[in-house]
């Protein structure tokens, strides 16, 4: 059974600082997606990146950017140039390809952007 | 506008009284999914469905159930909810291509007393 572990269950960020959140995964597949949910005190959950296992080349959207490392099955997000609206919980979830249903999601990051 | 409409967003009820969440894709998904969501727990997933009439259990099934009659819609019934039911409700829809993202609802906060 897949796994997505976060080992840090709260961050704090200075506005304008840069802030990496960890999430590790463990799985005996070699094809699959991992994400990053943003969940504001809205409880939306927004999709913030996306990457997919085949592509060596990580993933960025604007201020957001992660480090895939599929070796050590390490999967972490940059936000640079952090604001006041990043402060939500941030969750990381792999999904198995082709199966386009289950998602499996970490614990969850709690992230504060201090002004 | 592209959605996952889930009704209600708050609900308080007792131990033992059925109550149902609905939710309703317009996305014309294949895939349907309820997840709850626990602290400390990230979100779990309780049944998912790949097509209509066609639904299997997730991580955690236990004391819930769902039906997929229609493509657009998949309702939660717990039949007797406890309070260890008490939870965040999600539900969520993607396409059949593997490389959509999963569309959410807004969320079903559940007390059980």
């Known amino acids: 059974a897949q796994t997505v572990t976060q080992s840090q269950p709260e961050m704090s960020v200075q506005e304008a600082e840069t802030v990496t959140l960890s999430c590790t995964y463990d799985?005996?597949?070699?094809?699959?997606?991992l994400f990053w949910y943003k969940q504001p005190p809205s409880r939306q959950m927004i999709l913030v990146i996306r990457q997919e296992a085949y592509k060596q080349q990580n993933a960025t959207e604007n201020r957001f950017s992660v480090n895939f490392q599929k070796a050590a099955k390490s999967f972490s997000l940059k936000i640079s140039d952090s604001q006041l609206g990043d402060a939500a919980m941030y969750f990381c979830?792999?999904?198995?390809?082709?199966?386009?249903?289950?998602?499996?999601f970490g614990e969850g990051t709690q992230l504060t952007v201090n002004p | 506008e592209a959605q996952v409409t889930q009704n209600p967003r708050y609900l308080i009820t007792v131990t033992g009284k059925k109550l149902t969440v609905t939710c309703s894709q317009n996305m014309n998904h294949e895939y349907m999914s309820w997840y709850r969501q626990d602290p400390g727990l990230g979100l779990r997933q309780i049944y998912y469905s790949m097509n209509v009439e066609v639904t299997d259990k997730g991580d955690v099934p236990e004391g819930y159930k769902v039906s997929r009659k229609e493509k657009r819609n998949f309702p939660l019934i717990l039949e007797s909810p406890s309070p260890n039911q008490t939870s965040l409700y999600f539900c969520?829809?993607?396409?059949?291509?593997?490389?959509?993202?999963?569309?959410f609802g807004q969320g079903t906060r559940l007390t059980v007393v």
């Open positions: 969520a829809s993607s396409a059949q291509e593997s490389n959509t993202e999963a569309f």
């Open positions: 799985t005996s597949e070699s094809d699959y997606y």
């Open positions: 979830a792999y999904r198995l390809r082709p199966s386009g249903s289950r998602l499996t």
